[in-house]
């Protein structure tokens, strides 16, 4: 069974802070990942794909992938209250068909 | 704007009902995903379905069974809903192949079973 996996957290960060939220996958084959976040009672919404090694941004979201290492990091930087949520990190499932999902981890931004 | 919609939001049903989710997507995706979440143990995937009357069994299928009779709408089928069953049950679909395009969520349907 391939695995994503998390910290649950919570991680807590101050206004204005960078938060860094890592995820660590099994599969050596896995191409394509995917953050999304989830607030409390919500569904989750896709932020931000990556593919390839390296950097990706997006506005104030960039996404890290290390395949090396096998691990995909999230940074968000200028941190607000508003990004405080559920953070669930994804990846393919070994035949490519579906998407397998971390728990998540918690960030809370305090004002 | 793309949209999937979940017919129930909240759900209790009694223990032994067969109970239907329905899912339907407006944006002519061909690929439709049921996962169940629950805490401490994250999304997980129940089936899937890559086009009509096709079907994939995911990591937790016992239970359930799925209807894609049309394109738009995947349904979630508990044939004898149990206590163990209840969670929040989320639908997604994707244009493609997931690898390229991510998956957009309904809202979840919050489904008790006493």
């Known amino acids: 069974q391939k695995e994503v996996e998390q910290n649950s957290g919570p991680l807590s960060v101050p206004e204005g802070a960078i938060a860094s939220l890592n995820c660590t996958y099994s599969d050596r084959g896995s191409q394509s990942f995917f953050w999304y976040r989830q607030y409390s009672g919500k569904s989750p919404e896709l932020i931000m794909s990556?593919?390839?090694?390296g950097d990706k941004e997006d506005g104030r979201f960039t996404a890290q992938l290390n395949k090396a290492s096998q691990y995909v990091s999230l940074l968000i930087r200028d941190s607000q209250p508003s990004d405080s949520a559920t953070y669930l990190c994804a990846a393919f499932n070994q035949a490519g068909t579906a998407l397998i999902f971390g728990k998540g981890t918690t960030l809370s931004v305090s004002s | 704007d793309v949209k999937v919609t979940q017919s129930s939001r909240y759900l209790v049903k009694r223990t032994g009902e067969k109970v239907f989710l329905e899912c339907v997507q407006d944006?002519?995706?061909?690929?439709m995903f049921w996962y169940r979440q629950d805490p401490g143990l994250g999304l997980r995937l129940i089936y899937f379905s890559y086009d009509v009357k096709m079907k994939e069994k995911g990591d937790i299928p016992e239970g359930y069974s799925v209807s894609r009779e049309k394109k738009e709408r995947f349904s979630l089928i508990l044939e004898s809903a149990s206590t163990n069953q209840t969670s929040m049950y989320l639908c997604a679909s994707s244009l493609g192949p997931a690898v390229d395009y991510g998956y957009t969520f309904g809202s979840g349907t919050r489904l008790t079973v006493v």
């Open positions: 944006m002519d995706h061909e690929n």
């Open positions: 990556i593919y390839s090694n």
